[in-house]
């Protein structure tokens, strides 16, 4: 499942967001449609550094904020 897709960042159609499970707390990173509010995973978030990973790969300033949807 992760690993798979590549996606390039549009910022005006996709919103970059972590998902959290309201029962398990796992995380995953991923783009939110601006436009539809359909969610695409992109990776597993298991450690902060992995946030970090996804911001560089996907170049997502420090400043922007990542929303947690549930």
Do not use: Q
Request: aromatic share 12%.
């Amino acid at each position: 499942m992760f690993g798979k897709k590549s996606r390039d960042y549009l910022p005006e159609d996709w919103e970059p967001v972590i998902r959290s499970s309201i029962c398990t707390g796992e995380k995953v990173a991923g783009f939110k449609n601006r436009h539809t509010g359909v969610f695409e995973d992109v990776m597993l978030v298991r450690v902060p550094s992995d946030v970090e990973e996804f911001r560089k790969k996907y170049g997502i300033s420090a400043e922007t904020k990542i929303p947690t949807i549930y």
